[in-house]
């Protein structure tokens, strides 16, 4: 299954993740299947997340599961709920 997850960089006490597409028993810095997004919590609020809105959707809709953690994020920015619209029709 693919799951939509947080990968980390950056260095010690200075997190900075990439929202990427990866198989559920990946190592959490393991290979992924496309990289997603971004998510920096030590910036401004405005500034913290950029995404590929087009890549989550066709992701989403091909059966990828987001984690609880991307899924809030998700759900901050409005693709969830455009995800949740286009998945009732």
């Given at each position: 299954?693919?799951k939509?997850?947080?990968?980390?960089?950056?260095r010690?006490?200075?997190?900075f993740?990439?929202?990427a597409?990866m198989?559920?028993?990946?190592a959490?810095?393991?290979?992924a299947?496309a990289?997603?997004?971004?998510?920096?919590?030590l910036?401004?609020?405005?500034?913290q997340v950029?995404?590929d809105?087009e890549k989550?959707?066709?992701l989403?809709?091909n059966?990828?599961?987001?984690?609880?953690?991307?899924?809030?994020?998700?759900?901050?920015?409005?693709?969830w709920?455009?995800f949740?619209?286009?998945k009732?029709?």
């Amino acid at each position: 299954m693919v799951k939509l997850r947080l990968t980390r960089l950056g260095r010690k006490k200075v997190p900075f993740y990439r929202i990427a597409a990866m198989e559920a028993l990946t190592a959490r810095d393991g290979k992924a299947i496309a990289y997603v997004g971004t998510y920096n919590p030590l910036v401004e609020a405005d500034k913290q997340v950029t995404l590929d809105e087009e890549k989550i959707m066709k992701l989403l809709q091909n059966g990828a599961q987001p984690t609880e953690t991307v899924k809030s994020i998700l759900t901050k920015a409005g693709v969830w709920e455009k995800f949740q619209a286009t998945k009732k029709k």
